[in-house]
């Protein structure tokens, strides 16, 4: 069943935490997706089954939670799954991103230090702000408005608003260098229509940790959803059980 919490700001923030033997396995959805996803419940699923603690959660503004999506940005809601993480007094989790999930592990690792035992990002899209737009698009941002996009994987087109994608510039982290030094897992495929496959090398450079490792899988696109994708993540995890 949902549980909530009640933010700084007001908003409640919906999750579903389920203890166990740690570090928590915490489930970071991409852009605006929730944990009602086919890889969230799997993860979950999973960590039931091995009795791992687990934690999915909706940011402010998408599925469960409350929130104007319009207004949420990069951030915030790093800052608001610190706050979550130290309400169920979680000390130590593997951050587990999907697409901008993978983004936002990133920073929270920068704030969370040794709370953070492991990272696993799934097409993970570090810095997609930057080179996710045209200049044209980016000039549309710069007055303040929305870009919207076509969706292949629903029928509404997809917006970017004008100040999520200032907050992302801020938020950049490929170029100066992520200091995280412990093991990493990167799972991108090579037919991914969203995040160039190269992202995933041009961060594990960027990453000071030596125990990085990418997978490569030539013909997943960008939901890794198949199950012999989801496979690939679950074996990732059961590798970093450990403290």
Request: proline letters at 6%.
């Amino acid at each position: 069943m949902t549980d909530f919490m009640t933010l700084p700001s007001g908003e409640r923030m919906a999750y579903l935490f389920q203890p166990g033997a740690g570090p928590t396995i915490v489930f970071l959805p991409g852009y605006m997706s929730d944990m009602s996803g086919g890889k969230a419940k799997a993860v979950m699923a999973h960590a039931e089954k091995r009795g791992r603690a687990c934690l999915l959660l909706d940011y402010t503004g998408l599925g469960e939670s409350e929130g104007v999506f319009a207004e949420k940005s990069l951030p915030l809601w790093r800052d608001e799954v610190i706050a979550l993480l130290d309400h169920l007094a979680i000390e130590r989790a593997v951050l587990c991103g999907s697409s901008m999930g993978g983004w936002l592990m990133l920073l929270l690792a920068e704030v969370l230090g040794d709370r953070v035992a492991a990272l696993v990002g799934l097409a993970p899209a570090p810095d997609f702000s930057e080179w996710g737009f045209t200049d044209e698009q980016k000039a549309v941002f710069a007055r303040g408005e929305t870009v919207y996009e076509d969706n292949i994987y629903g029928p509404e087109p997809t917006p970017t608003y004008a100040k999520f994608w200032a907050a992302g510039q801020e938020c950049r982290v490929l170029a100066k260098g992520i200091a995280f030094t412990g093991p990493v897992r990167l799972i991108q495929g090579q037919a991914d229509p969203d995040v160039p496959w190269e992202t995933s090398i041009r961060l594990a450079a960027a990453l000071r940790s030596a125990d990085v490792q990418v997978h490569l899988i030539k013909d997943a696109d960008h939901r890794l959803s198949r199950p012999s994708d989801i496979a690939v993540l679950l074996a990732a995890l059961d590798a970093l059980g450990g403290d």
